[in-house]
């Protein structure tokens, strides 16, 4: 249902962006949702951008420097990484949730994430 793409090895201060191909329904309902893992650590939180409204909410270690959009068109969300730093490093999950406050409904497979100093 959700493939997320787009991870690799860039310098720090450099650029990536991920991708999260939704498929097999409509989403444009559901709010969808970046995370993050990094080894040893819990999952963190990146952010979310609503599929009908366009919205977005940032975690504040991201906010000015992560950019999520929506293609409609593609139905595919994007996580435009810049300045990335090292703790960026990460496993970088995509997320779909259809009700505000209730556990996410479907998740991407995970795409790597690495930021060299």
């Known amino acids: 249902q959700l493939q997320a793409s787009g991870g690799g090895l860039v310098q720090a201060g450099g650029s990536l962006r991920l991708s999260c191909a939704a498929s097999?329904?409509?989403?444009?309902?559901?709010?969808m949702a970046w995370f993050r893992q990094a080894p040893g650590k819990q999952r963190e939180f990146v952010g979310y951008?609503?599929?009908?409204?366009?919205?977005?909410l940032y975690a504040d270690s991201v906010k000015g420097r992560f950019t999520i959009s929506r293609d409609n068109v593609k139905n595919t969300v994007y996580l435009q990484m810049n300045s990335l730093k090292p703790e960026d490093t990460a496993v970088y999950y995509c997320?779909?949730?259809?009700?505000?406050?209730?556990?996410?409904?479907?998740w991407g497979q995970g795409t790597q994430v690495t930021v060299s100093s």
């Open positions: 097999g329904r409509t989403f444009s309902s559901y709010s």
């Open positions: 951008i609503l599929w009908n409204s366009g919205s977005a």
């Open positions: 997320a779909a949730k259809l009700r505000p406050g209730t556990p996410h409904d479907y």
